[in-house]
């Protein structure tokens, strides 16, 4: 299982663990085009601003820096060129005499200032006559969108004239549209939803019918004034600064906050670099494919939508030494990327070492021979590594005797290296898990890779986009116990920071027993502030494919399939909020549960099958109410883990990394699989940037008039949205002087949504019964009024639609601290850090009492 290969040649002495020459860095990483074709005056394409720093910036400081680039007042623009500065009655002959001037021209357009033109040089030189028709398409034109871009003020020409053209701000230079101010002022759109847990459905053919919600950019308080004309006389072309021509103030929106954020226009890719992607387009049959390989070539993210290409290998693989192995080649790309830190297992000869312990060197030195010993070698996030015997650590000093045992089982020479594991993180995407470490999902899958190492992969959600990514990924040699203890107590510790750890408050994992338990023993060291909590589709929807055999005849196949969605359904919503919320209605759900499945509905879809019944009741008391600690909701109702009950986001991630455009594949080396992933990270970080820069640019949605709307994701935005929605079905009254009582009233909405998510519940704990069908039949009044009792009959033509899920009615009790902070005894907030419908049901009684209107504007504090 464990692959062997010679010592690898050629590893940097600083970066290896092994005694070696250093060989030189290949320098094609550093590779970026340029904008024309050789002139040097034109600057290099989207260098890009590093941004891994911020993670590890404070909150409050990343707030201050954020607010400090939020001004909408005028901002003073920045598009620094090399210019020839002219004033009237000078020799225009002589004005490329001395050499350029580089100016920040914002500075002196609109301004008065001592010269009149700024022409740019004779690199740029174009026919004063019909130098217009092909301004847009000029090395003149892309220099200057270049520079706008380094400057964080993307620009764009927007007419002027046959003579003239006038450069204004991207975006935000045009005045908002009257459809769109009509479409914000239309009350009876109903656009697409959202959910924070297993959105995607929501996205499908059933969510596509309704409208989505399109964001643009915010010029409702007036457009940006930002502006300069360019101008072509005989000598060439020149900004024009006459009678103070232009405007160089940005006004009505904020700046981005650095320039890798902002989107490379076609524009800028070269002409060659555009053909070559197309070819790549039409060879591999795969839009996607083209954009991989513009990133991988030249590092220019284009939506591929737009552009798409097929990543190859570059210069940097098609000159590596073709002696090192696979392992070699892989570890030899981690140390030169500075972006990847990883940690390393293996079994290494002595002598190869550079630093030996006093027991290791007695051993090398007591009888001549070459020994050999197990070492974890790590890349920190500096860059500096380190190389340690696994024996000075007493929970993966078992590993030496492992390897032993791997060598004389082998037959290995001893001065072949075996490797044991890898694990590795991609900073630039660690940055992201940082914002939102609460819960992480953990699973193993194999076929990466076609030396038979299984791949364990951690990912985590983003909580402002609603997107899952994979942050850290580990290759084992086997899914036994001692390897994932060498994963939870040391790689773990080794790539994640201890604070982003101490943050973890919940690991959602599958049914691996050697798995769970040494997440088990992490709780008390690695993670001391999270909790387990098991897959609900693994336990209840694998559990039944494992252990219900039902021999239904095809006929009647359809109706059993439905009754085992219902008891799957039913299994399912004690993992969700609103349904059982303490001991007590957990027990009767439970008890109504056995109930339904001896009941002769169910005993009729089974064809009369009496051995199928008891089985299901094994199987329900066996496999399922065993694991009750670990998936109901109650119990972790006051930990913050967004109502997570499922792994299935994360099994989605191991699709998706083989069916990705540039998935990895079982027949894939070491070296390849663990590019092809490095190539995924860097596609998934520039598209979250590009995410959050469209709404951090197009902050105006017309489908929210929230005082919210501007300062949030459209996701987090619509989350809320929903949640104001729904505050007309409910109605508070005050208890006590700090207590307030809520109760859920539909009857007294004026619109009640279509259907609820949450039924009342009172202290009695009375229970109504009812179908998932039946439920948009019943009114909100007939609900109101019934008494606890079945709302439906069993038919015998319609036995699959009459099975029913029990609903509580409740009075929710809302309590105000000293300090104002409000909190709600259905701990929504503490679970997803969302504020309640009942919370804002109670701040809209007390604004009404005070005779004001509350803004549904919620400060919150995490």
């Known amino acids: 299982m464990w692959p062997t290969e010679p010592i690898p040649p050629g590893l940097p002495d600083a970066a290896s663990p092994f005694k070696s020459k250093p060989t030189k860095t290949n320098s094609s990483d550093s590779h970026r085009f340029n904008v024309d074709d050789g002139t040097s005056s034109v600057s290099k394409l989207h260098a890009p601003v590093q941004l891994s720093h911020l993670a590890s910036l404070g909150v409050e400081e990343i707030h201050k820096l954020l607010e400090s680039d939020q001004d909408t007042g005028p901002t003073l623009g920045n598009v620094t060129l090399e210019v020839y500065p002219w004033k009237e009655f000078d020799d225009k002959k002589k004005v490329f005499d001395g050499p350029p001037t580089s100016l920040n021209i914002c500075e002196h357009t609109g301004k008065i200032f001592k010269y009149d033109r700024l022409y740019f040089g004779p690199a740029y030189e174009m026919d004063e006559n019909n130098w217009t028709q092909g301004f847009e398409n000029s090395a003149l034109y892309k220099h200057i969108l270049q520079k706008g871009i380094d400057g964080r003020n993307p620009l764009i020409s927007n007419g002027g004239g046959v003579d003239k053209r006038k450069i204004v701000c991207k975006g935000f230079y045009r005045k908002e549209r009257k459809a769109v ?28 019918s309704m409208p989505r919600k399109s964001s643009n950019a915010d010029t409702s308080s007036g457009s940006c004034k930002f502006m300069f004309y360019i101008k072509c006389d005989e000598i060439g072309p020149y900004i024009n600064l006459e009678r103070n021509a232009g405007c160089g103030d940005h006004n009505n929106h904020p700046l981005a906050i650095s320039s890798e954020c902002i989107p490379v226009p076609l524009k800028l890719v070269p002409e060659e670099v555009k053909k070559t992607a197309v070819n790549v387009v039409e060879s591999a049959a795969s839009h996607a494919a083209g954009r991989n390989f513009l990133l991988r070539d030249s590092q220019i993210f284009i939506n591929k939508a737009r552009m798409a290409y097929l990543a190859k290998l570059s210069d940097e693989e098609k000159n590596s030494d073709s002696k090192m192995g696979d392992f070699g080649r892989m570890i030899d790309q981690f140390e030169r990327e500075e972006d990847i830190s990883y940690t390393i297992l293996s079994n290494v000869p002595l002598s190869d070492l550079k630093d030996l312990s006093k027991d290791a060197a007695s051993e090398l030195d007591g009888d001549g021979q070459n020994k050999n010993v197990t070492v974890a070698t790590t890349k920190g996030d500096d860059g500096n590594i380190t190389c340690k015997e696994v024996s000075s650590e007493d929970e993966i000093a078992h590993a030496d005797n492992i390897a032993k045992e791997q060598r004389q089982e082998r037959a290995l020479d001893v001065t072949q290296i075996l490797f044991m594991a890898i694990g590795f993180v991609y900073l630039p995407l660690l940055r992201f898990v940082k914002l939102c470490p609460e819960v992480i ?101 694998r559990g039944w494919h494992s252990h219900i055999r039902a021999c239904i005849a095809k006929a009647y196949r359809p109706h059993w399939n439905k009754i085992v969605k219902k008891i799957h359904t039913w299994i399912y919503s004690w993992m969700k909020p609103g349904f059982v919320e303490d001991p007590d209605e957990y027990e009767i759900s439970k008890a109504l549960l056995i109930r339904f499945i001896c009941s002769d509905v169910v005993l009729r879809a089974a064809r009369n099958n009496k051995a199928l ?108 949205k929903a949640v104001r929605e729904r505050t007309c079905l409910y109605t508070a009254r005050r208890v006590d002087k700090r207590i307030f009582e809520v109760s859920f009233t539909p009857q007294q909405a004026k619109h009640a949504p279509a259907s609820t998510a949450e039924s009342s519940q009172s202290k009695a704990c009375s229970v109504q019964l009812k179908s998932d069908e039946i439920d948009k039949q019943v009114t909100a009044g007939d609900l109101a009024t019934t008494k606890p009792r079945l709302l439906v009959e069993y038919a015998d033509s319609d036995d699959a639609k009459v099975a029913p899920l029990p609903l509580f009615e409740r009075k929710r009790i809302v309590t105000v601290a000293d300090d104002g902070t409000l909190s709600c005894e259905c701990c929504k907030f503490e679970f997803s850090s969302l504020p309640c419908e009942h919370l804002e049901s109670v701040c809209h009684l007390v604004h009404e009492a005070n005779g004001s209107k509350f803004a549904g504007k919620f400060y919150v504090c995490c």
């Open 181 to 208: 101010a009509a479409k914000k002022s239309d009350k009876s759109i109903v656009y697409r939803g959202v959910q924070a847990v297993n959105d995607r459905k929501l996205s499908r053919p059933a969510g596509k």
């Open 441 to 541: 999902w953990c699973d193993i899958t194999s076929h990466s890779n076609n030396k038979g190492f299984h791949l364990m992969t951690f990912s985590c959600r983003n909580s402002g986009l609603a997107k899952q990514s994979v942050f850290m990924w580990l290759w084992l040699p086997d899914q036994k116990r001692f390897s994932f203890r060498w994963v939870f107590q040391h790689a773990l510790k080794m790539l994640l920071p201890l604070h982003v750890r101490l943050r973890v408050r919940f690991i959602m994992k599958d049914g691996d027993p050697q798995q769970r338990n040494e997440i088990l023993r992490s709780l008390l060291s690695v993670f001391p502030n999270a909790i387990e909590g098991s897959c609900g589709w693994h336990i209840v929807d």
């Open 613 to 720: 019944i008891i089985d299901i009741l094994k199987f329900v008391r066996s496999h399922v109410f065993v694991y009750e600690q670990q998936y109901l909701f109650y119990l972790r109702k006051r930990v913050k883990h967004y109502a997570v009950a499922h792994g299935t986001q994360h099994e989605g991630t191991n699709t998706a990394l083989k069916e990705h455009s540039a998935g990895i594949k079982g027949t894939m080396n070491m070296d390849i699989a663990a590019k092809t992933i490095i190539l995924q990270s860097k596609l998934k970080v520039e598209e979250l940037n590009a995410m959050i820069y469209r709404d951090f640019s197009r902050s105006d949605k017309p489908w929210s008039i929230s005082p919210t709307s501007k300062h949030l994701l459209s996701f987090a935005e619509a989350l809320l």
